[in-house]
């Protein structure tokens, strides 16, 4: 199956997923945009499951895309609430506004 | 179907690269939701339809639905109003729509061509996915069921409004 797409060129779009959203992080300073961006890389790196999956035609790629959703899932939930809470503080949701610790 | 995967997988990288450079957290959501939706087509191309189910079905469904609401909610305000009505214009939808337009085209292709080439044939359906998942991996998934309780029980706690810290509660 899929033996015309190379396996090699799957892996190029999700590791080029994976950087965009790397880059994503890295350069918005918005929250809200910040996670969007972790998204988009664990979108990718489920991606890369999947492919190597059907590469050879077994179901553990799916598997592990499984897992990957259940903790995006819970990550996206415990990340939203940490910042409608911080939203309360920083109105325009800068991170680097909140990157002290005030005990 | 190979021409299938590769623009998809296009669409999918443009949709990323427009999402993350959006100024208006809307038309990034929109961005992102027609990556997912690529990334779904992606997965039915090679083979993986109950992947691609659970992509749209999961992420397009419900974790991008959260985040609107959370936009929504921080929108609030006097400058709400003018906002949703820039929501209406053609140049808020038009770039994802046009994105999208090329996933449906995709789409109705696998559809009128079913039983033919454009979805591999020997694919792994929902059948061997779930005879994995609680065979060898049950262990994992009753982890992943922890996992989502630990993420339910933080998102209420964090979310239950004002308490004060430090107190005895």
């Not at chain 2, 029980?153 to 004002?162: C, P």
């Amino acid at each position: 199956m899929s033996g015309a797409v190379l396996l090699g060129h799957g892996l190029l779009v999700a590791s080029a997923l994976f950087a965009i959203g790397l880059v994503g992080v890295l350069v918005r300073r918005n929250l809200l945009f910040q996670l969007l961006s972790i998204e988009i890389m664990l979108n990718a790196a489920a991606m890369a499951f999947v492919i190597a999956g059907a590469r050879w035609g077994v179901a553990d790629g799916q598997v592990m895309f499984v897992f990957i959703l259940v903790m995006a899932a819970a990550e996206v939930a415990v990340g939203l609430a940490l910042l409608l809470r911080i939203s309360r503080r920083v109105p325009d949701l800068d991170g680097d506004a909140v990157s002290g610790m005030g005990g | 179907m190979t021409v299938l995967f590769y623009l998809a997988g296009a669409v999918a990288l443009l949709a990323a690269g427009l999402a993350v450079s959006r100024r208006n957290a809307f038309h990034a959501l929109l961005y992102v939701v027609v990556s997912l939706l690529a990334a779904a087509v992606v997965f039915l191309t090679l083979g993986a339809p109950f992947a691609a189910v659970l992509e749209i079905i999961v992420y397009a469904g419900a974790i991008i639905v959260l985040f609107v609401f959370v936009v929504m909610m921080l929108n609030l305000g006097p400058e709400a109003a003018p906002r949703q009505h820039g929501l209406l214009s053609p140049a808020t939808w038009i770039g994802p729509g046009v994105l999208a337009a090329v996933l449906l085209a995709e789409l109705v292709v696998v559809i009128t061509t079913a039983g033919g080439d454009a979805v591999a044939g020997d694919a792994v359906g929902p059948r061997e996915v779930s005879h994995a998942l609680f065979g060898p991996y049950v262990l994992a998934v009753e982890l992943a069921s922890f996992l989502l309780l630990a993420g339910l029980v933080g998102a209420a706690y964090l979310g239950s409004g004002s308490r004060t810290t430090g107190g005895e509660g």
